[in-house]
């Protein structure tokens, strides 16, 4: 495949802009807020600890 063909590259291009689209207004796609991040990190430190408790059992 030629990826210098212009004929491909502007195809990719409009698949991609049309993708952009769809998705771009997503709410899923919104950055987290600083207590989502800060629930988040506890959750996961909170899986990984039980997770070791486990194992040194």
Avoid: F, K, N
Wanted: aromatic content about 2%.
């Amino acid at each position: 495949m030629d990826t210098t063909d212009p004929r491909l590259q502007e195809e990719l291009r409009r698949r991609l802009d049309a993708i952009a689209a769809d998705e771009g207004m997503d709410a899923s796609r919104a950055a987290l807020s600083a207590r989502d991040l800060a629930l988040y990190l506890a959750v996961s430190a909170a899986i990984a600890l039980l997770g070791l408790a486990v194992m040194a059992l």
